[in-house]
Nanobody, 123 residues
């Protein structure tokens, strides 16, 4: 059974940094689509950062240059380093994983989801 468990969320002031982590159980993070999504109440879940199986990266325009997605195959984990945080970066952050390593720009490729970790950024 695949489990994705996020951690590392919390409250931070604008301009600060946070790193959220996603530990994968029953799933190998290498060579597959993995991503971080964000959701705020009343809005759809949106992709923030995506890493394809071959390593190519896609970032939402709003976070480009500030956020970095990475994975550690030895630890079987996915990370999102968030710098220069803004209040609008706040929300529930979800780790997502797919069985494919390609077409990672499509939400439909993500088969597995974590329960999320809350990030709050105060001004």
């Amino acid at each position: 059974q695949v489990q994705l468990v996020e951690s590392g969320g919390g409250s931070v002031q604008a301009g600060g940094s946070l790193r959220v982590s996603c530990a994968a159980v029953g799933y190998a993070v290498s060579s597959k689509c993995m991503a971080w999504f964000r959701q705020i109440p009343g809005k759809e879940r949106e992709a923030v950062a995506v890493q394809a199986g071959a390593g190519s990266l896609i970032y939402a325009a709003s976070v480009k240059g500030r956020f970095t997605i990475s994975r550690d195959s030895r630890k079987n984990a996915l990370y999102l380093q968030m710098n220069s945080l803004k209040p609008e970066d706040g929300g529930m952050y979800y780790c997502a994983a797919g069985l494919s390593g390609s077409l990672c720009h499509l939400r439909s490729v993500f088969n597995y989801w974590g329960r999320g970790t809350q990030v709050t950024v105060s001004s």
